[in-house]
T-cell receptor
Framework: EAQVTQNPRYLITVTGKKLTVTCSQNMNHEYMSWYRQDPGLGLRQIYYSMNVEVTDKGDVPEGYKVSRKEKRNFPLILESPSPNQTSLYFC???????????????FGQGTRLTVV | DAKTTQPPSMDCAEGRAANLPCNHSTISGNEYVYWYRQIHSQGPQYIIHGLKNNETNEMASLIITEDRKSSTLILPHATLRDTAVYYCIVRYAGGTSYGKLTFGQGTILTVHP
């Protein structure tokens, strides 16, 4: 089954304790990205990757890191989490551009992170 | 990407067609209209997209006006499981941010028994 898998689904952590949220897709997609969703602010892109070893900042990258060493994996790293990073996080993947048009994105089930 | 305007909420009776409007009056010629939905707090789910012509798939139909300034998503026979937030998104096909989705506030569709 084609899917994007995020882990963990729920996480409560303390300020300053480094954490990693994993994301894996089994569709051989080139493009992957991370979003956070907050009440009243909607979904906002944090980082994206157009292919292996190619990453770039989205709209709200501060406090986050990513890596893309393999095509299927795109982990989100919070080196020193703070309470303002409490949010619902989604990983997404897509084929990227084909014949001049964008392709649809597939989203993971989300990771609800609470930083206390 | 062009800005979109959607009503904040809509209701629909189960079994009836749900027609969700979207205004995108500043859309440019190479921008596509995409629809996604988000059920409760799950990951957004792709529904359909189009450029100029009307489109239909197993989930829905997309009607785009001739001037492309607005569109309507049609769920032909809404069920309770279609209760969700529906997002209309306009995306540019080129550039380096081609994969980015800019979500607005969407329309909360509530399907009633």
């Amino acid at each position: 089954e084609a899917q994007v898998t995020q882990n963990p689904r729920y996480l409560i952590t303390v300020t300053g304790k480094k954490l990693t949220v994993t994301c894996s897709q089994n569709m051989n997609h080139e493009y992957m990205s991370w979003y956070r969703q907050d009440p009243g602010l909607g979904l906002r892109q944090i980082y994206y990757s157009m292919n292996v070893e190619v990453t770039d900042k989205g709209d709200v990258p501060e406090g986050y890191k990513v890596s893309r060493k393999e095509k299927r994996n795109f982990p989100l790293i919070l080196e020193s989490p703070s309470p303002n990073q409490t949010s619902l996080y989604f990983c997404a993947s897509s084929l990227g551009r084909r014949k001049g048009r964008n392709t649809e994105a597939f989203f993971g089930q989300g990771t609800r992170l609470t930083v206390v | 990407d062009a800005k979109t305007t959607q009503p904040p909420s809509m209701d629909c009776a189960e079994g009836r067609a749900a027609n969700l409007p979207c205004n995108h009056s500043t859309i440019s010629g190479n921008e596509y209209v995409y629809w996604y939905r988000q059920i409760h707090s799950q990951g957004p789910q792709y529904i359909i997209h189009g450029l100029k012509n009307n489109e239909t798939n197993e989930m829905a139909s997309l009607i785009i006006t001739e001037d492309r300034k607005s569109s309507t998503l049609i769920l032909p026979h809404a069920t309770l499981r279609d209760t969700a937030v529906y997002y209309c998104i306009v995306r540019y096909a080129g550039g380096t941010s081609y994969g980015k989705l800019t979500f607005g506030q969407g329309t909360i569709l509530t399907v009633h028994p």
